[in-house]
């Protein structure tokens, strides 16, 4: 299979897209051909050896980032139920990366059943970075018809997801992005208002006073959101993106600033956030409350998409910030993708923006991945037998072991 692989810290560029052994089910495991890789703000950090709150850096190198895949099973490890085989569906990997490749494995208890008409590309766009969302609107219980809600970098992919849920509850909402583009594109996700953050004088530019400040950028933007706070009204704070990792940009008031103020401002990720659900082994329930949302149309997450080969374009254009929504990696386009000819689907969701296929029948290179051709698996590499089972565990390289939680946020 392809798959992209780091073997040293650093920027971007140290992303390579290579040929690698295929990975094999161990027992209670399934493989996954891949149609859809979820990547993170998280993943950029991991690829420089931080630790991003409970996902540790990569002890072993060279690894196979991204932690979020959607596609079909193709192949069961023992003690799996047949049942699985050949359906669709998304796994967020938890703590072990293999993201970014053709095939993937997790275990059962990972999986979600996707319905006909969901894209992989949405998928992955909720199963993480939607559980997030959701964990964080625990602490915005209620929200409705008389709140104003203010969402910083309201044309990612978390800050998306909170403009469509609030204006599904009712309330007003104004969305705060960087650039035309990107406010156009708040606006299409249903809010009011949409006021670029780059302005001076932004803040002048907002008709209300929010009842809730949604922000995971920190710094001065952040900390001009949270004076903007109507009396009584609640700053939640997801992160400190604008700060290159800086924990010191969180923009969080302390209690006599809160009181003083009149006001609550708080950080909901990592502790807070694990003890709203009964710990972290139950992060499970956020990716259920996501992809529910999904199904009834609240989440319909637009996604930003390159091709898997491009992967380091994909980390540099996060970190410059020049994508909107979520960033999806694409090995190829199944024949049972509903995006293929024939497929059924949704597409990849409002406000999309995608990289251009390559023409069919295309070999892959390290530049243009292409499409799946007849009878054959992504990148023109054969296909696993449909009703291919392995009992046998076999080594899956570029693949960190397993690891604790370490404190903090959660993707």
């Keep these: 299979m392809h798959a992209v692989r780091l073997h040293a810290?650093?920027?971007?560029?140290?992303?390579?897209?290579?040929?690698?052994?295929?990975?094999?089910?161990?027992?209670?495991?399934?493989?996954?051909?891949?149609?859809?890789?979820?990547v993170h703000l998280v993943d950029t950090a991991l690829r420089q050896g931080l630790q991003l709150g409970p996902t540790p850096a990569p002890t072993e190198l060279p690894t196979v980032p991204g932690r979020e895949v959607a596609g079909r099973v193709t192949a069961l490890g023992a003690d799996v139920a047949p049942k699985w085989l050949g359906r669709r569906v998304v796994a967020h990997l938890g703590m072990v990366p293999g993201g970014y490749a053709e095939l993937a494995v997790t275990g059962?208890?990972?999986?979600?059943?996707?319905?006909?008409?969901?894209?992989?590309?949405?998928?992955?766009?909720?199963?993480?970075?939607?559980?997030?969302?959701?964990?964080?609107?625990?602490f915005a219980e209620g929200l409705g018809p008389r709140d104003t809600v203010l969402v910083l970098a309201a044309a990612g992919g978390i800050g998306s997801l909170l403009v469509q849920y609030a204006h599904r509850a009712g309330a007003h909402v104004i969305g705060a992005a960087g650039g035309p583009a990107k406010t156009a594109a708040v606006r299409e996700l249903g809010a009011h208002e949409a006021v670029d953050y780059r302005a001076a004088d932004w803040t002048s530019r907002v008709s209300r006073k929010p009842t809730h400040v949604f922000e995971g950028v920190g710094g001065d933007v952040a900390?001009?959101?949270?004076?903007?706070?109507a009396p009584g009204g609640s700053h939640l704070s997801y992160g400190y993106a604008s700060t290159g990792f800086d924990p010191s940009g969180l923009a969080v008031l302390d209690e006599?600033?809160?009181?003083?103020?009149?006001?609550?401002?708080?950080?909901?990720?990592?502790?807070?956030?694990?003890?709203?659900?009964?710990?972290?082994?139950?992060?499970?329930?956020l990716e259920e409350r996501a992809m529910a949302r999904l199904a009834d149309g609240t989440f319909r997450p637009p996604v930003h998409r390159f091709p898997l080969a491009h992967a380091s374009r994909a980390h540099r254009a996060l970190e410059e910030r020049a994508t909107t929504g979520k960033v999806v990696l694409t090995p190829c386009a199944p024949p049972w993708h509903p995006s293929a000819p024939g497929g059924r689907g949704r597409g990849v969701g409002a406000g999309a923006a995608e990289a251009r296929p390559p023409s069919r029948g295309h070999r892959a290179t390290a530049t243009e991945p292409g499409p799946t051709g007849q009878g054959l698996g992504c990148a023109g590499r054969a296909a696993r037998p449909a009703g291919a089972a392995v009992a046998e565990p076999g080594a899956v390289r570029g693949r960190a072991p397993e690891r604790g939680p370490g404190g903090g946020p959660p993707e």
């Design 256 to 285: 006599t600033e809160q009181a003083a103020r009149g006001v609550t401002s708080q950080v909901v990720l990592g502790e807070p956030m694990f003890a709203k659900i009964g710990g972290m082994r139950n992060l499970r329930v």
């Design 108 to 138: 059962t208890e990972r999986l979600h059943t996707l319905p006909d008409d969901v894209a992989p590309e949405q998928a992955v766009a909720v199963v993480g970075t939607g559980r997030t969302a959701m964990g964080i609107l625990q």
């Design 9 to 38: 810290f650093g920027p971007a560029e140290n992303l390579t897209y290579e040929e690698v052994a295929d990975p094999e089910p161990g027992p209670g495991q399934v493989l996954i051909e891949v149609a859809a890789a979820g």
């Design 223 to 229: 900390r001009a959101a949270v004076d903007l706070l």
